[in-house]
């Protein structure tokens, strides 16, 4: 059986990015959100989100789209089937990891 | 990044319409302003009270709808919800919290019972309201314990009872509506901090 600190490397690191997992979380309790709302939930700046979405684009984990409201530009953002069962996985790992910590002791000689 | 922070990341966007606490603020001052149109104290003709009630709400929701929505859209994003994860919320409201509010008020109103049972109704909603949107806002918690109060005042003679106890109970809940609006507006602040260092965007 591994150690909890053994199974922490496991973790997939694209989706345990503080921001990006911030992101996915969102995304994953509703159909779509757009840039403004997960630039005031992640607090990062608009290069910073940019970087981390398209990360998180190229990984096929959400969609980025651009849109028109009324006459505003907006761009829109949904997770996909993959992102959604990516962040639950992870959810479920971060769980199981947390149980783990808490039952686990160090070995006494 | 907590998982308490994660959580409150997931309830907030699954219930981003509820949490815009500002747009409740003229629904609240609507139900105020008909409590106090419905009022005996004032001189009011009795045909007259509906008609002055009516314009109140019809102008609320435009401002709840309209104006502040498109504040909120412009200042904190927008987020499209998800209906299939609240079938089984939306259906309670429907069959019975909405229902059980006016049977209760027609119990109040009809057979006036000892204690006012429409501001316990009231009350079970609020909470009922509170857990089902993301919890936290401990602010709904205390207005259904007031509204508990509230109920029963009659037995120690403060208020009186039936009918009589609708409109003041309206004018409550409208206070309710205001305060629980301002609060939730912001806790909301809290949650999505403004933009620091960069100017605001409305889109990319």
Same mark, same amino acid.
Not at chain 2, 11 to 36: C, E, H, K
């Given at each position: 059986?591994?150690?909890?600190?053994?199974?922490?490397?496991?973790?997939?690191?694209?989706?345990?990015?503080?921001?990006?997992?911030?992101?996915?979380?969102?995304?994953?309790?509703?159909?779509?959100?757009?840039?403004?709302?997960?630039?005031?939930?992640?607090?990062?700046?608009?290069?910073?989100?940019?970087?981390?979405?398209?990360?998180? %684009?190229?990984? %096929?984990?959400?969609?980025?789209?651009? %849109?028109?409201?009324?006459? #505003?530009?907006?761009?829109? #953002?949904?997770?996909?089937?993959?992102?959604?069962?990516?962040? %639950?996985?992870?959810?479920?790992?971060?769980?199981?990891?947390?149980?783990?910590?808490?039952?686990?002791?160090?070995?006494?000689? | 990044?907590? +998982?308490?922070?994660?959580?409150? &990341?997931?309830?907030?966007?699954?219930?981003?319409?509820?949490?815009?606490?500002?747009?409740?603020?003229?629904?609240?001052?609507?139900?105020?302003?008909?409590? +106090?149109?419905?009022?005996?104290?004032?001189?009011?003709?009795?045909?007259?009270?509906?008609?002055? +009630?009516?314009?109140?709400?019809?102008?609320?929701?435009?401002?709840?709808?309209?104006?502040?929505?498109?504040?909120?859209?412009?200042?904190?994003?927008?987020?499209?919800?998800?209906?299939?994860?609240?079938?089984?919320?939306?259906?309670?409201?429907?069959?019975?919290?909405?229902?059980?509010? &006016?049977?209760?008020?027609?119990?109040?109103?009809?057979? @006036?019972?000892?204690?006012?049972?429409?501001?316990?109704?009231?009350?079970?909603?609020?909470?009922?309201?509170?857990?089902?949107? @993301? @919890?936290?806002?401990?602010?709904?918690?205390?207005? +259904?314990?007031?509204?508990?109060?509230?109920?029963?005042?009659?037995?120690?003679?403060?208020?009186?009872?039936?009918?009589?106890?609708?409109?003041?109970?309206?004018? &409550?809940?409208?206070?309710?509506?205001?305060?629980?609006?301002?609060?939730?507006?912001?806790?909301?602040?809290?949650?999505?901090?403004?933009?620091?260092?960069?100017?605001?965007?409305?889109?990319?």
């Amino acid at each position: 059986m591994s150690l909890p600190f053994e199974e922490l490397a496991e973790l997939d690191r694209l989706v345990h990015e503080p921001a990006r997992l911030a992101i996915l979380t969102a995304l994953a309790a509703c159909k779509a959100a757009d840039f403004l709302y997960l630039q005031r939930l992640t607090g990062l700046t608009k290069g910073n989100l940019s970087s981390h979405l398209a990360k998180l %684009e190229d990984a %096929e984990l959400v969609i980025v789209e651009k %849109e028109f409201v009324g006459k #505003i530009p907006n761009t829109r #953002i949904s997770i996909t089937k993959g992102g959604r069962s990516a962040v %639950e996985r992870h959810w479920k790992r971060l769980s199981q990891l947390r149980q783990a910590s808490l039952q686990w002791a160090p070995d006494t000689p | 990044m907590t +998982a308490d922070r994660l959580r409150q &990341i997931h309830d907030v966007t699954d219930n981003f319409f509820f949490w815009q606490g500002l747009r409740w603020i003229p629904m609240g001052a609507a139900l105020l302003g008909s409590a +106090a149109a419905l009022s005996p104290n004032l001189p009011i003709p009795n045909s007259l009270r509906t008609w002055i +009630a009516l314009p109140m709400f019809v102008v609320a929701l435009w401002l709840s709808t309209s104006v502040l929505g498109r504040y909120y859209a412009r200042h904190f994003g927008r987020v499209r919800g998800d209906p299939s994860r609240h079938v089984t919320r939306t259906s309670v409201k429907w069959l019975i919290v909405y229902p059980g509010i &006016i049977v209760a008020m027609l119990v109040d109103a009809k057979l @006036g019972p000892p204690l006012v049972v429409s501001s316990l109704a009231f009350a079970l909603a609020i909470e009922a309201y509170r857990e089902s949107t @993301g @919890g936290g806002r401990w602010h709904y918690l205390v207005a +259904a314990i007031g509204l508990v109060a509230f109920s029963v005042l009659p037995l120690f003679g403060v208020v009186q009872t039936g009918k009589h106890a609708l409109t003041p109970l309206i004018g &409550i809940v409208g206070l309710i509506y205001i305060v629980g609006g301002v609060l939730d507006h912001r806790e909301l602040v809290r949650v999505l901090s403004p933009i620091q260092g960069e100017e605001r965007v409305a889109s990319l």
